[in-house]
């Protein structure tokens, strides 16, 4: 439950939420969805007895089939950055995003370019997926599986992908982490290892979590604001309340490469053009 707090996934998102709910005049109550609120009858009972109007899921699994039941049954339901079929939802868009990233790589000159996945359970993880393999597919690069590692969205998992690459012998000279957090632990483990990031291995993150430009070197990053999309979900699952009428397909928020050191990419740039591109 400490995570919910400390990880700006769930804080950035929740604060949109909090923010569009103040000013429609709206109070927010937190559950958190353990394996007792997803099995049981509690989310039935909080509707039933008139405690909710409607109900944000953050970071939901594909798995969570109680949601998909709740909403099947009619309740209001919106999905922060999941997709479940016939519940509606706001989601970043990481397929072009993770295929801006993999374009950013190739165009540094990188053919060989590792991957860290996320969790194959969430929708970020499923689809930064396609969209590596659809970046690779564009410029014209094999996919290698011996250059996928796996990760949980961790920073330990990130730190224990870079053993998995070398223990294969095929350590990449750019590596994708489906997330920061991750990123942020390959950078650990490639630096004890004596490894110069941005020189000897070009390393990009995503979400843009705050901490990704005080890291060093500052890490290229996929953004996506979990901010707005709890926003933009909390202004969607309001107006079904205010309407009565359920919003008919999923909303897709744009994605932002953010380019920092980490990269590489200064290092064959002009001073001053790096300065302008830097955030």
């Excluded at 405690?51 to 969570?64: K, P």
């Excluded at 706001?90 to 996945?117: F, K, M, Q, W």
């Excluded at 489906?178 to 070009?202: C, P, Q, S, T």
């Amino acid at each position: 439950r400490g995570r919910i707090f400390s990880d700006a996934y769930f804080s950035e998102s929740l604060s949109g939420i909090l923010d569009v709910a103040a000013k429609m005049d709206y109070r927010v109550a937190l559950e958190f969805a353990d394996e007792e609120f997803r099995t049981g009858a509690k989310p039935r009972q909080l509707f039933r007895q008139s405690r909710i109007e409607g109900l944000l899921a953050i970071g939901a699994l594909t798995t969570d089939s109680y949601l998909a039941e709740l909403a099947e049954a009619g309740l209001p339901i919106v999905l922060v950055n999941t997709l479940m079929k016939g519940v509606p939802s706001v989601t970043a868009d990481n397929i072009e995003g993770t295929v801006a990233v993999v374009h950013h790589l190739a165009s540094l000159g990188h053919r060989s370019i590792g991957y860290i996945r996320g969790l194959q359970i969430t929708t970020p993880g499923i689809q930064r997926d396609e969209g590596f393999r659809r970046g690779l597919h564009l410029m014209g690069l094999p996919f290698n599986e011996n250059l996928m590692a796996h990760g949980d969205f961790s920073e330990e998992s990130g730190y224990h992908a870079i053993d998995e690459f070398a223990r294969r012998h095929v350590m990449p000279k750019a590596i994708f982490a489906a997330n920061d957090l991750m990123a942020i632990g390959a950078a650990r483990r490639l630096k004890e290892m004596n490894y110069l990031i941005g020189y000897d291995v070009a390393l990009v993150g995503g979400d843009d979590a705050p901490l990704a430009r005080y890291v060093e070197p500052p890490l290229t990053t996929l953004r996506q604001s979990m901010y707005d999309l709890g926003a933009a979900a909390a202004r969607m699952l309001l107006e079904w309340l205010r309407t009565g009428e359920k919003p008919e397909q999923n909303e897709i928020l744009h994605t932002e490469l953010i380019i920092r050191q980490s990269c590489g990419a200064y290092l064959a740039m002009p001073k001053k053009a790096a300065a302008a591109t830097s955030h």
